[in-house]
């Protein structure tokens, strides 16, 4: 099993940033792939970012990290956009994938919300 607790989110301007972090627990956590994923109410969930590659819609912009150390990965989202907002989630996978299926443990979510 493994548990995953996000934190972070909150309210900014655009063109401001915002780092996301997302602390995973448990014995194999170790062992898993880590991304990001978002979320708006009545659409999708939309991939972001794994350590491998990231959404087009976020390239340049986003980078994703783990300090293995403190069981943590993050996403620092710079130069954010009005439509960047949306609920964040972590999650964690056996393999790279930018398929929310294949992720089996997922985060609470937490909420961006970037004003113009």
Known sequence: QVQLVESGGGLVQAGGSL?????????????YVMAWFRQVPGKEREFVAHSLSSADTVKDRFTISRDNAKSTVYLQMNSLKPEDTAVYYCAAATRFSQDYSD??????????????
């Open 19 to 31: 780092r996301l972090s997302c602390v995973a627990s448990g014995r194999s956590a170790s062992h």
């Open 103 to 116: 992720y089996i443990y997922w985060g609470q979510g937490t909420q961006v919300t970037v004003s113009s």
